[in-house]
C-alpha cells in the first residue's frame, strides 16, 4: 500500500508540473502574438493614427488614456 500512496503522489507533481509549463507557455504565446501585433500589424497602425487625431480631440484623448493607449 505505502507503494501506490507514492506512485499517486508523483504522478500529480507531475500533472501539476505540465499544467504550469501549458499554462506558462500560453501566456508566452500570447504576449508575443499581442506584441507583433502591436509591432507589425495594422492594429499599430490603427493605435497611431489615433492617437495623432487625439491631439486635437479631447474626448478621443480621453477615451485612449482609460483604455492605456495613450
Known sequence: MDNNWYI???????YSL?????RTIIR????????YLEREGKLRKLI???RER???????EAILKK???L
Request: include cysteine; charge should be neutral.
Open 8 to 14: 499517486h503522489d508523483v504522478n500529480r507533481k507531475r
Open 18 to 22: 505540465c499544467w504550469w509549463d501549458r
Open 28 to 35: 508566452k504565446a500570447k504576449d508575443e502574438t499581442i506584441d
Open 48 to 50: 497611431e493614427a489615433l
Open 54 to 60: 487625439a491631439k486635437t480631440d479631447k474626448e478621443l
Open 67 to 69: 483604455c492605456g493607449l
